[in-house]
């Protein structure tokens, strides 16, 4: 980031409605906060509720740092305690922590004694942070650094708890919104989930008298929060409010609204009964300015919890589109000389960077000259020479901190006098979105109505992201590197600098290539749709629009001033393609100009291979498919499974199953003792023909009849032929059926990709179970790979052949020793891991999928697996009859695991959902009999088995034998190459996001490939 100073005002005017902090210091309120003091035990610091921590001797900046180490089963932290908080007032704590190698499960607590949160750490020193709001009668507390049932040891280092400054965004006339607020469409809304940096810190909250966990109030008796609703300029006409208890014991929450805090009225009472669901607040209460919300715990014994708070009311005034957002200066150190009130901070795209607008004050008898000092990340950006300010005198004043890069920042302002001593010390962490990453763009033309610019794939566009600076002389025409027999795009933003539309988008091909049309690069284009995301999946993330439906182009397009639309510019290298340099010619036509930009496809002097070497399981739903696509006629249900296949092979990605429509038959004839197993393939041969060895797919999940399952939450024994599992003649018939499978299959040469997979995510309750129902099936069919989604743990060792677990449970020591012992490595990702970790979400950067294959190849992982593509409702969040629409809504929420009708959880936005129904196709009065429409995500998944493939092709040239010394060591140099560079992947936490590394170290690979052929 970089700095500047912005137009001031000097004004002689008195100050005294500026904030002012009624101490000289907002110094850290913790003690020994880098833990160095102490003779046997840490000064300030107590441990408490367990007798497993340590003064360890290693710490992040100087020799010591905290520690406890959890049995998996236990509980317990570090406290410093007699805080002085004070009531209602605003904090931001921040830490650093890291854990072992070795250290699983649970995770770590931190946070007050009635404000807690929860973190999972990752392996290296890293930063975390939150903002609360004390609670009402908070004053003499404590704050604790410790575990909840984590198995291993977990450090803490260079605590900080600072007050803070808090500012919203303002909005003329007078209106004010923050985080979780928005207005639009004639509506005001309020929308809490809590699991974001600011916690319970809302700008409406009024009483705080509850605790806080982590995501969620929570409420015991006579617990109290109260909510005040007004924007100035308008009047609410109606209302409706909608709550969720994830978590219920005992008591009722009690609803009330009052228009004045005097007279109260019972809105709804949420009980066990009734954990969820909206209500619409009564006609007589309205008009009114302003609505007050309470909630109350009620019961001697209430112990439930509220993580969704959502406020809904119509407005009269004028129209308005705005979202909200709140902001903190944390404050180190500030004399009460100086008045300091922050009006806000806020990220403006037209400057590219984020403004901090203050008002500076000389409170004292003596003129005031200040030096401002800005750092970021602890480096100094700027050192700026305040004008002079008389005493009493006010300055108002913009600082511009410049964006570099996108993620969270902790930007330093000190204010000096000119002795140097230091009036005020502030830092602010400040966030930029994936939707306003500077890094990326290539300009291309500037004409009178439109910018055109494009980028890489792997980019995210935010709708207002600026255009990239024009660039002297001739523009960079689009490129696109590709193997014979790949699949690589681009993305062509259109920035209309007033309302249009796109009439007309044309490829033109050079003379050379339509001389040579079957050999040429062949293109196709779609729209770059968007999608609104109102709930962030974790705190990395933030509200607004994000790009991610690939939709067929139809043209006329609308086109916005001020909005970005990109194309998604796909193009396939055919495997007969000439190397070298390809030309072509985009023409784009708006109802107000025309013009040609130059595409370059380089193709490479290889051709990958038609095999996928990493393996790939993922979920497709045919029920999903068939409601959405209003599919009743079998001959329609297997017609549109077969184009969602289709799309899987063509994306090198293979589905859980290709056979809902031609399953393998099985039926039991004969009485007991005589019964035996009758299996036909027929069906199931014609579709393994065409899906397993003309399309590729190098991975299916064998459904085992008569098995039982489950999962953590909770599982079951099944039956066969009418006998319970378990018994010897359910031994019989499972043997006598599934060893007739397993010879079938090995004849066919498809044994190898199958797999079964039974139960899913089991605890250490359920190992026992899972490790009799494993050594059933190779009692039955030993040949037969069985997956287990868990990490490997001693009570499960030699049931398992392929090992899937989460991502943050492996590192390549734990890869390498199942592997050497003969079994497969795995990895999967659903509604977690989270950042910092790749994820699958909408929310997070575009680069992600992409980079999974890579670090597949850096941990040595053979296959990946996601749960499903197709999850677009939940039966909880929408029970029916009307389904969600994910184009209109991109959140996963939780269905199953004893969530009621109307309970509302959140997995993550986009959590298995790859692929969307055609537009409008589950409201449509006709079946529709369209294939899937893509997603970035999806688009990137593919860019990144492909380039698997570049590792492995290059690998395999490496292993042959060197002809001549000197052909030895360039192919030693070489070699270096099949290491994924640390710029690219350090670890499974500290990754690039930058497209542009990725594709340099693509080419390098593809330069040795070439130079090996």
């Known amino acids: 980031m970089k700095t500047a100073l912005g137009q001031g005002c000097l004004c002689l005017t008195a100050s005294i409605w500026l904030f002012v902090l009624t101490t000289a210091s907002g110094q850290n309120l913790l003690p020994n906060p880098s833990f160095e003091e102490g003779a046997a035990s840490p000064a300030g610091w107590i441990l408490r509720g367990g007798t497993n921590g340590h003064w360890a001797t290693f710490g992040r900046t100087g020799q010591r740092c905290l520690s406890v180490f959890g049995s998996g089963k236990d509980s317990f932290a570090w406290r410093a305690e007699g805080i002085p908080l004070q009531p209602g007032a605003h904090y931001r704590l921040r830490f650093w922590a890291r854990r072992d190698p070795q250290t699983?499960?649970?995770?770590?607590?931190?946070?007050?004694?009635?404000?807690?949160?929860?973190?999972?750490?990752?392996?290296?020193?890293?930063?975390?942070?939150?903002?609360?709001?004390?609670?009402?009668?908070?004053?003499?507390?404590?704050?604790?650094?410790?575990?909840?049932?984590?198995?291993?040891?977990?450090?803490?280092?260079?605590?900080?708890?600072?007050?803070?400054?808090?500012?919203?965004?303002?909005?003329?006339?007078?209106?004010?919104?923050?985080?979780?607020?928005?207005?639009?469409?004639?509506?005001?809304?309020?929308?809490?989930?809590?699991?974001?940096f600011f916690s319970n810190h809302h700008r409406p909250l009024r009483v705080n008298r509850c605790g806080f966990n982590s995501d969620r109030w929570t409420f015991a008796a006579g617990s109290e929060v109260i909510y005040e609703h007004h924007l100035e300029g308008s009047r609410l006409s109606g209302a409706r409010l909608q709550l969720n208890l994830n978590y219920y014991v005992a008591g009722s929450l009690r609803v009330e609204a009052s228009r004045d805090g005097a007279t109260w009225r019972e809105a709804a009472l949420y009980d066990g009964q009734n954990k969820s669901g909206a209500v619409e607040l009564p006609a007589a209460w309205f008009p009114a300015d302003r609505l007050l919300v309470r909630l109350r715990g009620i019961g001697k014994d209430c112990n439930l919890q509220v993580n969704r708070y959502e406020f809904e009311?119509?407005?009269?005034?004028?129209?308005?589109?705005?979202?909200?957002?709140?902001?903190?200066?944390?404050?180190?150190?500030?004399?009460?000389?100086?008045?300091?009130?922050?009006?806000?901070?806020k990220f403006d795209p037209a400057q590219g960077g984020f403004v901090i607008a203050a008002t500076i004050t000389n409170r004292g008898v003596q003129p005031l000259r200040l030096r401002a000092e800005l750092a970021v990340e602890d480096?100094?950006?700027?050192?700026?020479?305040?004008?002079?300010?008389?005493?009493?005198?006010?300055?108002?004043?913009?600082?511009?901190?410049?964006?570099?890069?996108?993620?969270?920042?902790?930007?330093?302002?000190?204010?000096?006098?000119?002795?140097?001593?230091?009036?005020?010390?502030?830092?602010?962490?400040?966030?930029?979105?994936?939707?306003?990453?500077?890094?990326?763009?290539?300009?291309?033309n500037d004409r009178e109505d439109t910018v055109l610019w494009w980028c890489e794939s792997g980019a995210k566009v935010g709708r207002d992201r600026r255009p990239p600076a024009a660039t002297p002389g001739k523009a960079r025409p689009v490129f696109i590197s590709a193997a014979r027999g790949e699949h690589e795009a681009v993305q062509v933003v259109i920035s209309p600098k007033r309302d249009g539309r796109l009439v007309n988008v044309a490829m033109l091909a050079s003379p050379k290539e339509k001389a040579n049309s079957r050999r040429a690069p062949a293109f196709s284009l779609h729209e770059v749709a968007y999608v609104q995301v109102t709930v962030p999946t974790d705190s990395t993330c933030e509200p607004g629009w994000y790009p991610d439906p690939l939709p067929p182009l139809r043209l006329p397009l609308e086109l916005r001033q001020g909005q970005n639309q990109p194309l998604w510019l796909t193009v396939y290298v055919p495997t007969n393609a000439a190397a070298g340099r390809h030309e072509a010619r985009l023409r784009v036509e708006t109802d107000h100009d025309t013009c040609e930009i130059p595409v370059v496809v380089d193709v490479f002097n290889f051709t990958l291979p038609q095999e996928t070497h990493l393996r790939s399981a993922l979920g497709l739903s045919s029920s999903s498919i068939n409601r959405y696509h209003q599919l009743k006629e079998p001959a329609h249900r297997q017609a549109v499974y077969d184009l969602y296949l289709k799309n899987f092979a063509e994306h090198r990605i293979s589905p859980y199953s290709f056979f809902p429509y031609a399953p393998i038959e099985v039926r039991f004839t004969g009485e007991t003792p005589n019964q035996r197993a009758r299996v036909d393939f027929t069906r199931f041969d014609q579709a393994a023909a065409r899906w397993l060895d003309e399309a590729r797919f190098n991975s299916f999940r064998l459904p085992l009849k008569g098995m039982g399952g489950g999962t953590f939450?909770?599982?079951?024994?099944?039956?066969?032929?009418?006998?319970?599992?378990?018994?010897?003649?359910?031994?019989?018939?499972?043997?006598?059926?599934?060893?007739?499978?397993?010879?079938?299959?090995?004849?066919?040469?498809?044994?190898?990709?199958?797999?079964?997979?039974?139960?899913?995510?089991?605890?250490?309750?359920?190992?026992?179970?899972?490790?009799?129902?494993?050594?059933?099936?190779?009692?039955?069919?030993?040949?037969?790979?069985?997956?287990?989604?868990?990490?490997?743990?001693?009570?499960?060792?030699?049931?398992?052949?392929?090992?899937?677990?989460?991502?943050?449970?492996?590192?390549?020591?734990?890869?390498?020793?199942?592997?050497?012992?003969?079994?497969?490595?795995?990895?999967?990702?659903?509604?977690?891991?989270?950042?910092?970790?790749?994820?699958?979400?909408?929310?997070?950067?575009?680069?992600?999928?992409?980079?999974?294959?890579?670090?597949?190849?850096?941990?040595?992982?053979?296959?990946?697996?996601?749960?499903?593509?197709?999850?677009?409702?939940?039966?909880?969040?929408?029970?029916?009859?009307?389904?969600?629409?994910?184009?209109?809504?991109?959140?996963?929420?939780?269905?199953?695991?004893?969530?009621?009708?109307?309970?509302?959880?959140?997995?993550?936005?986009g959590d298995g959902r790859f692929l969307y129904p055609p537009r409008g196709a589950h409201t449509n009065s006709t079946p529709c009999l369209e294939g899937p429409v893509n997603s970035i995500r999806?688009?990137?998944?593919?860019?990144?088995?492909?380039?698997?493939?570049?590792?492995?092709?290059?690998?395999?040239?490496?292993?042959?034998?060197?002809?001549?010394?000197?052909?030895?060591?360039?192919?030693?140099?070489?070699?270096?190459?099949?290491?994924?560079?640390?710029?690219?992947?350090?670890?499974?936490?500290?990754?690039?996001?930058?497209?542009?590394?990725?594709?340099?170290?693509?080419?390098?690979?593809?330069?040795?490939?070439?130079?090996?052929?």
């Open 104 to 196: 699983t499960g649970g995770c770590v607590v931190a946070g007050t004694r009635q404000v807690n949160r929860d973190f999972h750490l990752t392996t290296e020193w890293q930063p975390y942070s939150f903002a609360f709001q004390a609670p009402d009668g908070a004053t003499n507390d404590y704050l604790r650094l410790g575990q909840w049932e984590v198995k291993g040891p977990v450090y803490f280092d260079d605590v900080e708890l600072l007050p803070v400054l808090t500012a919203h965004r303002q909005l003329p006339p007078g209106v004010e919104l923050g985080a979780g607020e928005s207005v639009g469409q004639g509506k005001y809304r309020a929308l809490f989930t809590f699991g974001d």
């Open 313 to 345: 009311a119509r407005l009269t005034g004028p129209p308005m589109e705005a979202r909200g957002a709140t902001t903190l200066l944390a404050l180190r150190r500030k004399q009460e000389l100086l008045g300091f009130y922050l009006h806000e901070i």
């Open 379 to 444: 480096k100094v950006a700027a050192d700026i020479t305040l004008p002079p300010l008389d005493a009493g005198a006010r300055w108002t004043t913009n600082f511009l901190v410049q964006a570099e890069q996108p993620g969270r920042q902790e930007v330093v302002l000190i204010l000096r006098d000119a002795a140097g001593r230091i009036m005020l010390e502030g830092v602010a962490s400040l966030a930029l979105g994936i939707l306003q990453d500077p890094r990326f763009g290539y300009w291309l």
């Open 713 to 909: 939450h909770s599982r079951h024994l099944g039956s066969l032929g009418g006998h319970k599992e378990g018994t010897p003649e359910f031994a019989r018939l499972f043997k006598d059926y599934l060893s007739q499978v397993e010879a079938h299959l090995r004849q066919k040469g498809w044994l190898d990709k199958a797999y079964v997979y039974w139960f899913d995510e089991p605890d250490p309750k359920d190992y026992e179970f899972v490790a009799e129902g494993m050594k059933r099936i190779k009692a039955a069919a030993p040949g037969l790979r069985r997956m287990l989604t868990e990490q490997p743990e001693p009570a499960l060792m030699g049931q398992v052949d392929i090992w899937c677990a989460l991502t943050p449970e492996w590192t390549p020591e734990k890869v390498a020793a199942r592997r050497a012992a003969g079994e497969e490595v795995w990895w999967y990702i659903c509604c977690a891991p989270k950042a910092p970790y790749i994820t699958e979400f909408i929310d997070h950067p575009g680069t992600e999928m992409r980079l999974w294959p890579w670090q597949s190849w850096q941990y040595g992982v053979q296959g990946i697996l996601i749960w499903e593509t197709t999850y677009w409702t939940s039966s909880s969040a929408f029970p029916g009859p009307a389904l969600q629409d994910p184009w209109q809504d991109p959140m996963s929420y939780v269905s199953g695991y004893d969530f009621q009708a109307g309970q509302i959880g959140y997995w993550g936005n």
């Open 938 to 1013: 999806w688009e990137n998944l593919r860019d990144g088995l492909e380039d698997y493939e570049y590792f492995w092709l290059l690998r395999k040239a490496l292993d042959r034998p060197a002809k001549s010394p000197s052909q030895r060591d360039r192919l030693l140099a070489m070699r270096g190459l099949l290491t994924v560079p640390p710029t690219i992947s350090s670890n499974l936490t500290r990754f690039t996001t930058d497209p542009r590394l990725i594709l340099s170290h693509r080419e390098k690979l593809a330069r040795a490939i070439e130079q090996l052929q």
